[in-house]
Each structure stands twice: as structure tokens, then as C-alpha cells.
């Protein structure tokens, strides 16, 4: 049914903070690792905030409402979701929209992935999306919300403006996200009381309850050595400021104990702003500045909607953003990334939480349950997170990209394979071979039988002029099989006119492999690459299209994808870099950078995959090993394209 009126550029998202008085709905959601904030889905948030409703310092065991996620909790106190057989720690929040917008009414929209599947949008461009679809527009486009998406109503598919690919998408009915009337709950102090009812015994909760004990034990001992240090401290006098807990700020922990004089009590102040209001709360206990460890205090930061908290008084308060803060107004932690830091003071150790130095899950398993149990105890932690890699340069114009000194052209296309005439698989195994007459008594490592005894295809293969029995030595390496069995082998084979020695890999001939068509582009840009400061950078793309495949390839006539493309490669621009690019184009004319076969990363089969010749396609960093510096990269690639029968000999001038 077409759809009236005209499209949109934008909508409204519906985020914000609304009056106390008015209901809203509430949506959980988690910082992937592009920082996006993906949701939860409307029955885990349910969950989630019943829980919150008992224990607003507690733990949610996301296995209990959706067995998918049994091995994620999520810390209510630090707001992270942390998996516990990896680690890995995400931040969390808490988000506010109308009841009319999408969570309100359970409406999901969602788009078809390569799997088949469907993946939800975040739930800002899907309340977007159904904004439009209500107003009746015929089109959407996310341009503005920082994605190159048209979405098309009328025919219920979006667009890549750049690609112009093509995705399904579908609106479905789902549960409401739950809706909250009122103000948000106070913070409360964690640990807390020992909650009323029977505990669960699930393996989960039995893991948090553990984990919890141990860190009431550790926060209980902290207490007695204060206390009883204060007690035999007489005339001891002045003021120390004291965090009871240590309250997580968008990964960052924020820590200010300090000293001053003129008073002997202890104050804890807990402001938390939002919508232009502030409370501060005072805890006040006799204790002596000299049995508690000082570090300087924190600059004070600023918080949500704006506002600053100014510190004027002589006694030394200062601002302590409290994890209900967090969990109640997700606008602090998204301001709080580029100001707070900076702001961690000395001796906080840091304990990063993902791709820690180690080949197993338990190094970043013992930082994320180090961190929690820090955390309960009062002690300071940031969480810190993984840099990201930078993959590409920063924009080029056209007018910038320069041609590579030295090498013809700028652009390489292939084609599909062109069969040499003329070769018969015998005729190309004469051509490097000599007749052995008298046959040594060891096996033919092809067949596995003696070389003074018949081949092993005998009965599989009859080639005329070729009998099972005879022997034959290759011109170069000198190593002897059955002339019958290197037939065979060379069948099996790409049948390019060249063969490979089985045993030390020496190639005879001009070895090519079975890459589909595509186009290889090389230019040089005005950026230089981490360690080769001094060079401009030779950039490679690779791009090559999905398509069918052909006899020479797995499952001939059947569809193969190609994934990730277009590629970008660098290498540096001086002479070694240059004469590796003369050479990757010669490998890519013979058709040896990619192969059709089983992808090693994500186990997709029938996909284009790098074929045992490695390249950078990290440009400012080597986070993932494929960048720069790597000053053995150059002689390594060197050595791969040898491997393949590509050298410097070959190279035409």
C-alpha cells in the first residue's frame, strides 16, 4: 500500500527526562564495542526492574528471565554488565521514553542480517522509524542520526546510500517495555540487609551471593582497623574525607580523600543533580585522620543538563557522583568520557577489563571480579577500556591520491580463468620431470607405496604413454615420485600448466590460483604509518563482488559471498614498500590474494577468503597485529609471495 505525503529527514527520539509527575518508559540498554547503546529486550527489562524495586545495590542475573544470557549479571552498583566466563565488562544505563513511542507499545522494528536473522535497531532510531511509519511517510532517512540508511516503507527495505545494498526489514508486536510513574528511588548504601524471602540456588545466584559475601568480609575487616585504629589515637585531631564506596563514573572511578583541620569528623557528601536540583547528605563518625591513606583531591567535574557543582569552603567538601546517579540519568556517563578521565587520581589502579596481555579468558575473568570486589569494598577502581583500532586514514580528496613512482597504472582487473590450450596433464608432467630407470626402494610420498612397486592410482587413472611403474625426478629438487601419481596430483590441481612439489613446496612453472574476478586499486596518500614517519603510504584496495562459482572453486554453481569489501591495505612508500606492491600485483594477476573457501574468523563456508598472504589493514595503530609498526612486515610478505613462486626475477622492467 503506498504510503502519503513526503518523506523525512529526522524524527523525534523521544529521550529526555520527563516531570516527576508523568509516567515513562523505561529501557535498559548496554555500550557495545562501536558505542552504541543497544536495549535490552522488554522482558529482561522487566526483570531487571523488579530487582531494582528490592535492592538498588543488588546483582540481576540476566540468566533468569532469558537462558541466552546466562552467563551475563549486571553490577547495579558500578552499572556494567559483566560476563562471567569471559570478563569482559560493559557499561549499562537507564533510559527514559514517552509512552506513546515505540517501547510503549511494544512495537520492534528490526532488519535482516547476513544469517537470515533479525537484529533489532537501537532503540533511538527505532523509536525514529516508528515515529515515521505513524505520521504515514513514505521514506526515512537516518543520514542525520549518523547512519547512511534510507529506509523505504512501501516496500519495507533499507538502502546503503553508499553501497546501495539492500536489507529487508519488519515491524513486529512485542511486550511493552516496563512503564514508572513517579520519582526515581533514592540511592541507598551497598551492600544492604539481607533481603526477606528464601534465596534462589541457582548455580548463578549461588556465584553472586559468594562473591558478595567475600566482599561484606573485606569492608567488614576495613571497619574494624579503623575503628579500633581511631580508639588508640588519642589527641589526635583535623578532618578527613571519606568514600564509603567506590562509585563508578562511566568507567572511571571518581576518589577524593582528603586531609584539612579544624574539625574531628568524618563527612560523606552525596550530591545528586539533575533537572537543576541537588542534595547533599552528611554522614558524620569520630575517626582520626592518621589511620586513613590521603591522596590529593579531584578537580570538581561537571554534571548533567549543564550544571557544576563550585567548591568554596575552607573545610574541604567535595562532589562525589554516586552510582543511583548513574543508574537514573544516562547523562552524566555519556558527558563524562572526555572530562573525568583525566581526573583519576594518583595511585587508582586501573584494571582494564577486555584484551588484556594473554592468550586465555582468565586474566580479564580475574580484573572484572577484582574490580567488583574492590568496588564493594570501598576501594578505588577504573574500569578502563580497550583502545579501538584506527583502520583508516583521515579523509583524502580525490585530487590528493598521487600514482605509486614507478609502477604502471593505477588499477588491475581480473577476469575469469582462461584455460591454456594445448596442455595435457602429461604433457606438463614430462616437461619437469626426468625417467628414473632404476627406481629407489622408498615410498612415494603421494601414494605411500614403494616406488619399486605399481602407483597407487593404478585402476584409477590410465593416462596413455604413462605406466603405473615408471619413475620420475623433478628438474629442480631432485625429489622422485610415480609419474602416474603426479598426474593424479596435477589433476586435482588447479590445472594451470605448473606443478608443486609436495614435498619442499619448489614450484615449476607459473603457479596461479582460483581468485574471482575483481579490481585491485594502488595509490599513494599524503599520510605516513606508524614507524615509517619519513615515507608517505602506499594504500591497496581490494574489492571483489559476490558472484557464482566456477569449476575450479568448491561447489561449483553454487553462490559465494564476499564479506568486508571493499579492503584497505598499506604499505609504507619508499623502495622495499614499492617493490612489495610490484609484486602483489603480480600475485593478484595470477590470482593468488584470495581464494573461495571456509572463513577461519567467522566459520562462514563459500566465502572470499585472504589466501596465506598477509597484509596491513590497520593504518594508525597495530591493535588487531595487521597494522603498524611491524619492521618485520616487509620481509615477511617477502617471504609469502616466494612461497607462491612470486620473486623479483619475475618482475618485468
Not at 539481607?194 to 561484606?216: D, E, H, M, W, Y
Not at 589511620?291 to 590529593?296: A, E
Not at 544516562?330 to 583519576?344: C, F, K, L, N, V
Not at 584409477?460 to 605406466?467: F, R, W
Request: proline share 8%; charged share 20%.
Amino acid at each position: 500500500m503506498a504510503r502519503p505525503g513526503s518523506g523525512v529527514l529526522v524524527g523525534v527520539n523521544g529521550l529526555g527526562y520527563p516531570p516527576q509527575n508523568l509516567a515513562r518508559v523505561v529501557v535498559w540498554e548496554w555500550l557495545n564495542e562501536h558505542g552504541r547503546w543497544r536495549p535490552y529486550s522488554a522482558a529482561t527489562c522487566h526483570h531487571i526492574e523488579n530487582v531494582l524495586k528490592g535492592d538498588v545495590r543488588g546483582t540481576v542475573v540476566l540468566g533468569q528471565v532469558d537462558a541466552q544470557l546466562a552467563s551475563y549479571i549486571i553490577d547495579l552498583q558500578s552499572m556494567h554488565q559483566f560476563r562471567q566466563d569471559t570478563g569482559t565488562m560493559r557499561p549499562v544505563h537507564r533510559n527514559f521514553y514517552e509512552p506513546s513511542s515505540a517501547p510503549g507499545k511494544g512495537v520492534v522494528w528490526e532488519w535482516e542480517n547476513d544469517s537470515g536473522s533479525w537484529t533489532p535497531y537501537d532503540m533511538e532510531i527505532c523509536v525514529t522509524i516508528q515515529n515515521a511509519y505513524e505520521k504515514q511517510h513514505p521514506w526515512l532517512d537516518l543520514t542525520s542520526l549518523g547512519f547512511c540508511y534510507l529506509i523505504d516503507f512501501n516496500s519495507m527495505v533499507q538502502t546503503n546510500r553508499q553501497s546501495q545494498r539492500k536489507r529487508r526489514l519488519r515491524r513486529r508486536m512485542d511486550l511493552a517495555y516496563p512503564l514508572i510513574m513517579g520519582s526515581i528511588p533514592k540511592s541507598q548504601s551497598w551492600p544492604v540487609g539481607a533481603s526477606s524471602g528464601q534465596p534462589c540456588s541457582c548455580q548463578q545466584c549461588i556465584l553472586v551471593n559468594s562473591t558478595r559475601a567475600a566482599s561484606n568480609a573485606i569492608l567488614a575487616s576495613q571497619r574494624r582497623k579503623l575503628y579500633g585504629g581511631a580508639a588508640g589515637a588519642p589527641g589526635a585531631t583535623g578532618t578527613l574525607n571519606v568514600v564509603r564506596q567506590s562509585n563508578t563514573f562511566a568507567g572511571t572511578t571518581l576518589w577524593s580523600p582528603t586531609s584539612g583541620a579544624g574539625s574531628n569528623n568524618i563527612q560523606h557528601n552525596n550530591i545528586s543533580a539533575g533537572s537543576g536540583q541537588a542534595k547533599v547528605e552528611q554522614v558524620q563518625s569520630p575517626m582520626s585522620s592518621s589511620n586513613f591513606p590521603c591522596s590529593p583531591a579531584l578537580p570538581a567535574l561537571p554534571l548533567a543538563h549543564g550544571h557544576s557543582h563550585t567548591h568554596a569552603h575552607s573545610h574541604g567538601h567535595h562532589v562525589i557522583i554516586n552510582g543511583q546517579n548513574n543508574l537514573n540519568r544516562p547523562g552524566t556517563q555519556r558527558i563524562s568520557m572526555g572530562t573525568a578521565r583525566g581526573a583519576i587520581p594518583p595511585g587508582v589502579p586501573a584494571l582494564p577489563v577486555k584484551n588484556l596481555t594473554g592468550s586465555g579468558p582468565v586474566h580479564p575473568a580475574i580484573a572484572g571480579m577484582t574490580g567488583i570486589l574492590m568496588c564493594a569494598a570501598g576501594l578505588p577502581v577504573c574500569l578502563t577500556r580497550a583502545p579501538k583500532p584506527i583502520l583508516h586514514p583521515p579523509p583524502i580528496n580525490k585530487s590528493d591520491m598521487k600514482p605509486v613512482p614507478g609502477v604502471n597504472g593505477i588499477r588491475r582487473k581480473t577476469k575469469k580463468k582462461h584455460l591454456r590450450k594445448g596442455k595435457t596433464p602429461e604433457d606438463v608432467v614430462r616437461r619437469y620431470t626426468e625417467k628414473v630407470k632404476v627406481a629407489p626402494d622408498e615410498d612415494c610420498t603421494i601414494c605411500m607405496e614403494r616406488l619399486v612397486t605399481s602407483s597407487g592410482y593404478e585402476g584409477v587413472l590410465q593416462h596413455k604413454g604413462i605406466k603405473p611403474e615408471m619413475v620420475g625426478k623433478l628438474g629442480k629438487c631432485g625429489h622422485i615420485y610415480h609419474l602416474l601419481c603426479l598426474v593424479a596430483m596435477y589433476n586435482n590441481g588447479n590445472k594451470d600448466g605448473s606443478l608443486q612439489c609436495p614435498t619442499c613446496k619448489a614450484i615449476y612453472g607459473e603457479k596461479t590460483g582460483t581468485q574471482p574476478p575483481g579490481k585491485m586499486d594502488y595509490h599513494v596518500i599524503p599520510h605516513c604509518l606508524p614507524g615509517y614517519l619519513e615515507a608517505k603510504t602506499i594504500r591497496i584496495v581490494y574489492d571483489i563482488p559476490a558472484g557464482i562459482q566456477a569449476t575450479e572453486h568448491p561447489n561449483p554453481g553454487k553462490k559465494f559471498s564476499a564479506r568486508g569489501f571493499p579492503r584497505h591495505c598499506y604499505l609504507p612508500d619508499n623502495d622495499k614498500g614499492r617493490k612489495v606492491l610490484k609484486l602483489l600485483i603480480m600475485a593478484w594477476d595470477r590470482r593468488l590474494i584470495f581464494t573461495i573457501d571456509t572463513s577461519s574468523t567467522t566459520g562462514e563456508s563459500d566465502t572470499v577468503v585472504w589466501n596465506e598472504i598477509h597484509h596491513k589493514t590497520e593504518f594508525g595503530s597495530n591493535l588487531t597485529g595487521h597494522g603498524y609498526p611491524d619492521p618485520n612486515y616487509l620481509d615477511n610478505v617477502l617471504t609469502e609471495l616466494s612461497a607462491q613462486g612470486v620473486v623479483e626475477d619475475n618482475l618485468k622492467d
